[in-house]
């Protein structure tokens, strides 16, 4: 408990030089001034984003290929992550467009392919309510999963693929691309940080998993043990 | 600084988003090691 307790202290006390770092480290942008800023989150969202979905097809394959159900908690916290960070995303994403372009939103290739991402792991937690039986959830939501991250290099390669409103990649972009040293280096603490947010959530939420199959398998034997007492014989319940 | 309020609201967001979704993780935990530990005395007694 006080190594988690430290770990949180730890990530508030990046958050915050994040934020410092963003705010008053970063220089200025020659076009869009500091709305700009807002680049060194929406980026962390998408870091994040992309790392708890990585580790969710990773996981689904594992729960295909070993049955194990560990790899289950760690599927569905991972996509539950990942949307999050998706949403946070998406938000950061609007908020930087509308002064930016002027608009809200754009059906661009790559705000296009984010938004069906996000339906689809959306559309995996709701299929996961939606079946009791736990193996057999497991596996269509496994396979769901393994479906959906089809489109998470497909949003990468969007601004790279086709033209569109949403600017031309300023990392591994080619030629044309690159980066202020100095914002990369803000980058180097502004994406860490929403990192380690999402690390300590996706551990909770895999405890939390956890505990639902265990009190699962408690109910189960709560069951086994009424219908053992319905079906015992008169005599012997006297 | 024209576009602050955007910046602001953009900032708030992403931590906002996380910090609910984990409030509810905090809570749904909590609820279910409540669950778990009534049964486990029920078990237990029965």
């Excluded at chain 1, 991972?78 to 908020?95: D, K, P, R």
């Amino acid at each position: 408990m006080k190594g988690r307790a430290a770990i949180t202290v730890l990530a508030a006390a990046l958050i915050f030089f994040a934020g410092y770092a963003a705010l008053f480290v970063a220089p200025d942008e020659a076009t869009m001034h500091e709305i700009q800023r807002v680049f060194y989150f929406h980026l962390g969202s998408w870091a994040a984003m992309y790392s708890a979905l990585s580790v969710a097809f990773i996981a689904n394959v594992g729960w295909l290929v070993t049955r194990n159900p560990h790899w289950d908690w760690l599927g569905v916290a991972s996509v539950e992550l990942g949307v999050v960070s998706c949403t946070a995303g998406l938000i950061t994403g609007v908020l930087w467009g509308k002064p930016a372009w002027g608009i809200w939103w754009t059906w661009d290739p790559r705000l296009t392919t984010c938004f069906i991402l996000w339906i689809l792991y959306v559309s995996y937690l709701i299929l996961r309510g939606l079946i009791e039986e736990p193996q057999r959830r497991a596996t269509l939501s496994a396979i769901f999963g393994i479906f959906a991250f089809l489109d998470a290099p497909l949003v990468y390669a969007s601004n790279r693929l086709w033209r569109g409103q949403h600017p031309s990649p300023v990392i591994l972009g080619g030629d044309n691309s690159g980066l202020d040293p100095t914002m990369g280096k803000v980058l180097l603490i502004t994406v860490p940080a929403v990192m380690v947010v999402m690390i300590l959530v996706l551990v909770d939420r895999y405890r939390l998993e956890k505990l639902r199959y265990e009190l699962e398998e408690l109910r189960l034997v709560e069951e086994e043990r009424g219908s053992a007492a319905n079906s015992m014989p008169i005599k012997e319940l006297s | 600084m024209k576009n602050f309020h955007f910046l602001l609201s953009a900032w708030i967001a992403v931590w906002a988003v996380f910090f609910a979704y984990e409030l509810s993780v905090a809570s749904r935990l909590s609820k279910l090691s409540e669950d778990i530990e009534r049964l486990k005395r029920q078990l237990k007694q029965g």
